[in-house]
Nanobody, 117 residues
């Protein structure tokens, strides 16, 4: 089992920045990749950014150039630096950990990001 705890959400004005953190504990040796997803009201959950154990990253087109995902293996923590925030970035952001095959997905409880115009 893997436990994930997010922090760093909040209210920010458009154009501002926030940094989300996700601390992993438990069977972290089994983690293959970690990422951030978000879900806005009335919409499906979508991938925002992901990073593999080797450091490869993947971003949604809507956040490329504005968001940066990184990881600190010593702290078992993944970060999402969000710059130039837009009102459409408003959502609950969830941390995800994907285990090596057979794949199991673990989720944090989510942290709310609200961007005011």
């Amino acid at each position: 089992q893997v436990q994930l705890v997010e922090s760093g959400g909040g209210l920010v004005q458009a154009g501002g920045s926030l940094r989300l953190s996700c601390a992993a504990s438990g069977s972290i040796f089994s983690i293959n990749a970690m990422g951030w997803y978000r879900q806005a009201p009335g919409k499906q959950r979508e991938l925002v950014a992901a990073i593999t154990s080797g450091g490869s990253t993947n971003y949604a087109d809507s956040v490329k150039g504005r968001f940066t995902i990184s990881r600190d293996n010593a702290k078992n923590t993944v970060y999402l630096q969000m710059n130039s925030l837009k009102p459409e970035d408003t959502a609950v952001y969830y941390c995800n950990a994907e285990s090596a095959p057979p794949r199991v997905d673990y989720w944090g409880k989510g942290t709310l990001v609200t961007v005011s115009s």
